[in-house]
């Protein structure tokens, strides 16, 4: 089997040739320490979800549009600096205060402190939608027949869209905000439906082009709604306001053949895998143990109804190879064997994580796989 045809028969709970091999990406600050401790400088790493030579990860593929970037941007513009400190407007028109000590290549230590957010009422909203015309020539990528033409008979799977991308409450925060977009249910429901219907129109406008064109193979829902303890939107907000506009975009795709639809949310979020189900998402990942997702519990419980991918603590590879033979003989065979599982580590490998760790536990992975 190659990359593709194995990933669509875990997908389909099929038998593969052997499991898919894939990871999340690295901190650059991972890859400083790295480097320290002997990982060639001369090979390519990259962003390991598209898969790596070096380390032997299957390929994956991800179309670039361009979904959530304000077209045009916001100036960028800094406030306020001193040894320690940036406040500053970004492209997408937050304000945040970041901390210089720790940056690599532009990746910070920890994250910023979040000022203001575009989004503040109905009338800036209106002024934000002038930044979302799903048909400006830059949400897609230049040259777009090359793309289709490069595409096409290709060996490994493709996503519709970037990692990260495309999710109805994430654009919400970005736009107002965690705590607004949380309130606003409450505050002013009339204005979260009508956000949610532009959202929803805005990908029916800019999507049908890329389902025409390309034979993708799965889409994936970035939200990041829920934290260690819970979702951050209960059940009920859940159903009322963004079940039903779920539901029209898994929809659509499914009419255009994406059968395999996925969910990306750090936290515990499993008082709403039931909704999940409902609103036609097969695979959730990346099932932060931290936060007290069990993949073995959530596999018990929904079978069939729901592919995983995650799932391994990545505060286990960074406590040696007795935690790491551990972590993966805990849950990994069985899921392997029950069918539909893609393991990984549950976020990005962060700097805490040695280079021998990491390579053991590929070794340990690719002996499971």
Not at 227 to 250: D, E, S
Not at 273 to 294: K, Q, V, Y
Not at 321 to 341: D, N
Request: net charge negative; with cysteine.
């Amino acid at each position: 089997m190659n990359a593709r045809q194995r990933f669509l028969a875990i997908m389909r709970f099929e038998q593969p040739d052997r499991g898919y091999n894939w990871e999340l990406p690295l901190w650059e600050q991972t890859f400083d320490r790295w480097y320290k401790e002997g990982m060639p400088r001369d090979v390519h790493i990259g962003d390991l979800m598209l898969g790596n030579e070096f380390f032997g990860l299957d390929r994956m593929g991800y179309l670039q549009l361009a979904p959530v970037t304000p077209m045009p941007e916001f100036e960028e513009e800094i406030f306020e600096e001193d040894d320690q400190y940036i406040v500053m407007r970004h492209a997408n028109g937050i304000v945040t205060r970041l901390l210089k000590e720790g940056m690599s290549r532009g990746m910070r230590m920890s994250m910023d402190q979040y000022l203001s957010f575009p989004v503040t009422d109905r009338t800036s909203f209106n002024e934000m939608k002038k930044r979302f015309n799903p048909h400006s020539p830059r949400r897609y990528p230049p040259w777009w027949e090359d793309t289709c033409r490069c595409l096409r008979g290709r060996d490994y799977p493709l996503a519709l869209t970037p990692n990260g991308a495309f999710g109805l409450y994430s654009l919400l925060r970005a736009w107002m905000g965690t705590e607004n977009a949380c309130t606003v249910f409450y505050d002013d429901p009339a204005l979260a439906h009508d956000m949610l219907d532009f959202m929803v129109d805005y990908f029916f406008e800019l999507i049908p082009r890329a389902l025409e064109d390309v034979d993708a193979d799965y889409f994936n829902f970035f939200e990041d709604f829920a934290y260690n303890a819970g979702p951050l939107i209960g059940p009920n907000i859940f159903r009322k306001f963004l079940l039903p506009r779920y539901k029209k975009i898994t929809g659509l795709l499914r009419s255009k053949g994406i059968q395999h639809i996925w969910l990306d949310s750090d936290g515990n979020t499993e008082v709403l895998i039931p909704l999940f189900i409902e609103a036609g998402i097969t695979t959730h990942w990346p099932l932060e143990r931290a936060s007290n997702m069990d993949p073995l519990k959530i596999r018990q419980t929904y079978g069939r109804d729901l592919c995983l991918a995650g799932g391994i603590d990545k505060r286990a590879l960074a406590k040696g190879k007795r935690a790491i033979e551990e972590e993966l003989y805990h849950h990994v065979p069985q899921l392997l064997e029950s069918g539909g599982y893609i393991p990984t580590v549950d976020h990005a490998v962060p700097p805490d994580v040695s280079y021998e760790n990491f390579l053991y536990y590929l070794e340990l992975k690719k002996k499971l796989l």
